[in-house]
T-cell receptor, first 112, second 113 residues
Framework: GQQLNQSPQSMFIQEGEDVSMNCTSS?????WLWYKQDPGEGPVLLIA?????ELTSNGRLTAQFGTTRKDSFLNISASIPSDVGIYFC????????????FGTGTRLQVTL | NAGVTQTPKFQVLKTGQSMTLQCAQD?????MYWYRQDPGMGLRLIYY???????DKGEVPNGYNVSRLNKREFSLRLESAAPSQTSVYFC????????????FGNGTRLTVT
């Protein structure tokens, strides 16, 4: 089965820095989602994107649905310690009844 | 409002033993899912149930069976556990159809020795 390519796999950043991560696929998706997973918990939805070119924000988080429909980007501004976790992208093709394909994850660690 | 509840949280099995992972949701969602999460692999769909009374295979169904007991509950059974099934298992639910985000439980960490 296909997995989405996420990069970077992990990153260390200092508190206050901005963070960028991306997700690419060889296939077209009609929905892109970004999830965050804290240790010992399940993924929690951060942002949902439904239209090519769409740019959506949720507080300090901004995500974009790539114009080719094969990629998506997540930015976190002014990172804080609670941003630590694993960030997953997920794509959904048309007519697949919520069956998602997940990326391999980006592990974010923030140093003070 | 508990959301999606999974039991147990941890389990150790010996090769060949069987067990059932339980999942219940209280959000009146139509669709329910079982995923497994392995290091470096992201989340992979095992089985899903688009609505009460239906189940379908996902990406990695071999070695598993599921039962959609009612609208709230969706269980995952390992009939004869194997070390390759050591993983973290997540149950999720959503409303029906496209563009319905998944809500996840907190996972069951299973080790098969």
């Amino acid at each position: 089965g296909q997995q989405l390519n996420q990069s970077p796999q992990s990153m260390f950043i200092q508190e206050g820095e901005d963070v960028s991560m991306n997700c690419t696929s060889s296939s077209i998706f009609n929905t892109w989602l970004w999830y965050k997973q804290d240790p010992g918990e399940g993924p929690v939805l951060l942002i949902a994107l439904y239209k090519a070119g769409e740019l959506t924000s949720n507080g300090r988080l901004t995500a974009q649905f790539g114009t080719t429909r094969k990629d998506s980007f997540l930015n976190i501004s002014a990172s804080i310690p609670s941003d630590v976790g694993i960030y997953f992208c997920a794509g959904q093709r048309a007519g697949t009844a919520s069956k998602l394909t997940f990326g391999t994850g980006t592990r974010l660690q923030v140093t003070l | 409002n508990a959301g999606v509840t999974q039991t147990p949280k941890f389990q150790v099995l010996k090769t060949g033993q069987s067990m059932t992972l339980q999942c219940a949701q209280d959000m009146n969602h139509n669709s329910m899912y079982w995923y497994r999460q392995d290091p470096g692999m992201g989340l992979r769909l095992i089985y899903y149930s688009a609505s009460e009374g239906t189940t379908d295979k996902g990406e990695v169904p071999n070695g598993y069976n599921v039962s959609r007991l009612n609208k709230r509950e969706f269980s995952l059974r390992l009939e004869s556990a194997a070390p390759s099934q050591t993983s973290v298992y997540f149950c999720a639910s959503s409303h029906r159809g496209d563009n319905s985000p998944l809500h996840f439980g907190n996972g069951t960490r299973l080790t098969v020795t």
